[in-house]
Nanobody
């Protein structure tokens, strides 16, 4: 059973940075697309970013492009989301997610993945 666990959320001022981490147990990441989703209060879930395990392809939603960076460490079964230049609009619960390869990073980010963590809250406020 694949299990994901996020960490690194918290309260940060506008313009600040946070680094989210996700650790997976129950599987290795070599043949998985991994990603991050978020859901703000009263809003639909949004796919933020994903990275392919096969070729390292990365994708970012327009709302975070240029500010967020996704990375992975297969040896540690972990991946990360470095978030810079945070704004109040980035306030949300962030979820890490994983899915076996074969569906495409962007498609999985749009339609959802098989495995999710429980989420970590990011609050951007002064």
């Amino acid at each position: 059973q694949v299990q994901l666990r996020e960490s690194g959320g918290g309260l940060v001022q506008p313009g600040g940075s946070l680094r989210l981490s996700c650790v997976v147990s129950g599987s290795t990441l070599d043949d998985y697309v991994i990603g991050w989703f978020r859901q703000a209060p009263g809003k639909a879930r949004e796919g933020v970013s994903c990275i392919s395990g096969r070729d390292g392809y990365t994708y970012y939603a327009d709302t975070v492009k240029g500010r967020f960076t996704i990375s992975r460490d297969n040896a540690e079964n972990s991946w990360y989301l470095q978030m810079n230049g945070l704004t109040r609009e980035d306030t949300a619960v962030y979820y890490c997610a994983a899915n076996r390869e074969g569906w495409g990073c962007v498609n999985l980010l749009h339609y959802g993945m098989d495995y999710y963590g429980k989420g970590t809250l990011v609050t951007v406020s002064s």
